[in-house]
């Protein structure tokens, strides 16, 4: 079967300007969203898939280098399977509700444990839901018992740790008094 080389340029030379708008306009919003990020992923492996059609084309038409075409989808394979793994990877990674990365829980408890009402962190739990909420369940032991209204304050204190220090907002906290984990208490 002969190659229409003139109305595979030309198809090409179309689908490149329709993908490179549609990447220059998802660009910018690719850093805030693991779902942008996918889709700018997708429209720039068409784009190099036009362009792709374009060289092959041109080649094709002016060398007979029929192979040129399964080349370069080959080359183009390697680079959406390449640039994809990141995407998949931190996906799995939220997907099994991992401690994200970033997040070292020594740090939290050492912060914590300094407000001077505080004995203990225990029971820390922290997953990420999406690529910017992070969650977090604690309980947290007080050196003395007190009214609820003092223990809201130990509360916003910690939040504002949280928040401030390592970009977790709306934690759940459990306060308590009088925990002693697994040994006998005093």
């Known amino acids: ?35 942008i990020r996918s889709a700018y992923l997708h429209l720039m492996g068409d784009t190099l898939s036009s362009v792709a059609v374009i060289i092959g084309g041109i080649i094709i038409y002016f060398y007979d280098f029929y192979l040129i075409d399964p ?37 939290i408890k ?29 309980h947290i032991t007080l050196n003395e018992d007190m009214k609820i209204s003092e223990a809201e304050n130990i509360s916003k204190q910690i939040e504002e740790i949280l928040e401030h220090d390592f970009h977790i907002y709306h934690p759940h906290l459990q306060l308590e008094f009088g925990y002693c984990g697994n040994q006998e208490c005093e």
């Open 1 to 35: 079967m002969e190659i229409t080389t003139h109305l595979m340029i030309g198809v090409g030379v179309f689908g490149f300007i329709a993908d490179l708008v549609s990447v220059y306009l998802l660009h910018a919003e690719t850093h805030h969203s693991l779902n």
């Open 71 to 107: 080349l370069l989808s080959i080359i183009i394979a390697i680079f959406i399977l390449f640039q994809g793994y990141s995407i998949l990877k931190q996906s799995v990674l939220i997907l099994m509700e991992r401690v994200p990365v970033k997040i070292n829980i020594k740090e």
């Open 110 to 138: 050492k912060k914590i444990e300094l407000i001077p009402q505080v004995n203990d962190l225990h029971h820390i739990h922290i997953w990420q839901i999406d690529e910017k909420r992070i969650l977090f369940e604690s």
